[in-house]
């Protein structure tokens, strides 16, 4: 099938127009969603089939079906946003679907092509356009999944996946909008290893993740940062963001893509928007020795966790069993201000974009 053969089945009991007026003043992060999903199966031999626009429903599953046991999941998320002449754009939504491929070969799944992935993307903003948030901080989330759909137990890739779309609009991912954060260094837990799962997004390498957020948020912090699983010294990302520095000199540096950290969308933006802007980027292991001496010294300016949900947020204290310290007084930094800024305006089509970054769908 491709990308254009989508069975349109709207939803007899949608919102009413009042009522998703009301949803959209405040709605949070992930709690408000709009009437549709997309839905499109897969089972070996047969391809990829049944591919539905349809009412946003629950999903009955068998209690044999192989995600329930063997948690081969994955997903991806992106936004639509709402422009000035009332259209509404999407950022890179290409490079998410190579990521969900990529995601998807290293689970031993089957992966969706390009052109249905970003197809259904398209099928659902188009008959839930009145959901993308009209508000300048807000946007449609989109999460595009796929698990094991197969009903059997024993530890073998499915043969058989279902592929869901749902969406849900969004205001600001941090409670009280952009402000610098709190993080706390788990010293007990690692997010994943070499030759692990940490490039592909996969719902263990979250679930893996959760003790040690819980951890963070009783230690009163907003977020947990992740170091190495082998010499536990080197800084890995946070618990669902990527991570920068910001030297004295200008420059910037962050982890490498080594396996273990997510291949961030807005990572890969934020390297290309800082060269642009004759800032060097180094891409190269950061120890938590430097990251603290660099801090003391004040040689460390700034740091800023990345991410499709929070895009740029500033760090401005760091707190772990060693003992805390700050980062350019707690403040946001001029460097992760612009940086932030240069991007947000490209995504809402405020600023030129000459990385044809920005699609347009209505």
Not at 23 to 52: C, Q, S
Not at 172 to 189: L, R
Request: charged share 25%.
């Amino acid at each position: 099938m491709t990308g254009g053969e989508f069975d349109i089945r709207p939803t007899e009991q949608p919102v009413s127009a009042a009522e998703r007026s009301a949803l959209l003043v405040n709605p949070g992060f992930g709690r408000v969603f709009t009437d549709h999903m997309v839905t499109i199966r897969y089972a070996e031999g047969k391809g990829w089939y049944d591919a539905r626009v349809e009412a946003r429903a629950p999903i009955p599953l068998d209690p044999a079906t192989a995600v329930l046991h063997y948690a081969q999941e994955i997903f991806e998320g992106l936004k639509a946003y709402r422009t000035t002449d009332d259209g509404v754009t999407l950022f890179r939504p290409e490079a998410n679907a190579r990521r969900f491929r990529e995601s998807a070969a290293r689970m031993a799944m089957a992966q969706l092509p390009d052109e249905l992935f970003l197809g259904s993307i398209h099928q659902l903003i188009k008959i839930d356009r009145e959901w993308v948030p009209t508000d300048p901080d807000g946007s449609l989330y989109l999460r595009p999944f796929m698990y094991a759909s197969e009903v059997f137990l024993g530890v073998k890739p499915s043969t058989e996946y279902l592929y869901v779309l749902i969406a849900s609009p969004v205001g600001s991912y941090f409670k009280g909008g952009v402000k610098p954060v709190t993080v706390w260094i788990s010293a007990d837990y690692t997010r994943a290893a070499p030759g692990g799962t940490g490039a592909a997004k996969f719902g263990g390498n979250y679930a893996a993740s959760l003790v040690a957020q819980a951890e963070a948020i009783e230690r009163g912090c907003d977020q947990v940062v992740f170091l190495d699983a082998v010499e536990r010294r080197f800084v890995d990302e946070l618990g669902g963001m990527n991570i920068f520095f910001v030297y004295d000199d200008g420059s910037l540096a962050t982890p490498p893509l080594s396996g273990t950290i997510l291949p961030g969308i807005t990572r890969d933006s934020i390297i290309t928007l800082a060269r642009a802007g004759r800032r060097t980027v180094e891409e190269r292991p950061i120890s938590m020795e430097d990251w603290r001496a660099d801090a003391t010294s004040g040689r460390l300016r700034e740091v800023f966790a990345c991410g499709t949900a929070a895009v740029v947020t500033p760090i401005g204290t760091v707190r772990s069993a060693d003992g805390d310290f700050t980062i350019s007084n707690g403040r946001t930094g001029k460097v992760t201000k612009k940086l932030r800024q240069s991007l947000v305006d490209i995504q809402r089509g405020r600023a030129e974009d000459p990385y044809g970054w920005v699609q347009r769908v209505l």
